[in-house]
């Protein structure tokens, strides 16, 4: 069955370092997704993404983010200059189109930031 | 401000019990609701979706209902099983695509 994969499963870094979590989405999916959970919190909604720009984003995207599809397969979140609070598990989600309920979570990553 | 909660508390019960958890809503009027699935430091997985103009939905062990008065959904689990256990999120969309979910209630099935 196809999945959502991610990578790196865990990133640890220095705050004020750039990070770049990378996802594949589900291969015909055109519809793409960052969610956040801060340990111990529930899952937040950051952005979502559809023939190549933003279609929505909440108060927590603010200018040190930002997405992109460099390519026909993957998603990329960037954190321009990581702040101790950026510390949370990162899932990327992918839907098949902009009208599908489903929405299908990869593994996440666990970012750090010391 | 729009609100959705679920017990905070964890859900204790016994194998072969059915296991009830309660999802309410407050200035939402959701088209649809969702049950997802989280395990530890995993991504939620996608269990049931029920619709505003359906009151009951099934699928296998798993059974969601949702009254729009209320503005509550509640998720069972019948003859519950220790692989049962994990933390189940409801989610809803409030416009647009994105999840709002609740904080999870964290179900543990005890032999």
């Known amino acids: 069955e196809p999945e959502v994969t991610q990578t790196p499963s865990h990133q640890v870094t220095q705050m004020g370092q750039e990070v770049i979590l990378r996802c594949v989405p589900i291969s015909n999916h055109l519809y793409f997704y960052w969610y956040r959970q801060i340990l111990g919190q529930k899952v937040e909604f950051l952005v979502s993404?559809?023939?190549?720009?933003?279609?929505?984003k909440s108060e927590i995207f603010d200018d040190q983010f930002s997405v992109e599809r460099p390519d026909g397969s993957n998603f990329t979140l960037k954190i321009r200059s990581t702040k101790l609070e950026d510390s949370a598990m990162y899932f990327c989600?992918?839907?098949?189109?902009?009208?599908?309920?489903?929405?299908?979570f990869g593994p996440g990553t666990r970012l750090l930031v010391l | 401000s729009q609100k959705i909660e679920q017990n905070s508390e964890a859900l204790n019960i016994q194998e072969g019990k059915t296991a009830t958890l309660t999802c309410n809503y407050t200035n939402y009027s959701p088209a649809y609701l969702q049950w997802y699935r989280q395990d530890p430091g995993r991504g939620p997985v996608f269990l049931l979706l029920?619709?505003?103009?359906?009151k009951e939905k099934r699928k296998e062990r798993l059974k969601v209902t949702f009254d729009t008065t209320l503005k509550q959904s509640l998720f069972h689990i019948t003859a519950s099983q220790p692989a049962d256990s994990a933390t189940y999120l409801c989610?809803?969309?409030?416009?647009?695509?994105?999840?709002?979910f609740g904080t999870g209630t964290q179900l543990k099935v005890e032999l």
């Open positions: 029920i619709r505003e103009n359906e």
């Open positions: 993404f559809y023939n190549n720009e933003i279609s929505e």
């Open positions: 989600a992918s839907s098949i189109n902009r009208d599908s309920e489903t929405q299908y």
């Open positions: 989610a809803v969309t409030g416009g647009g695509n994105k999840l709002t």
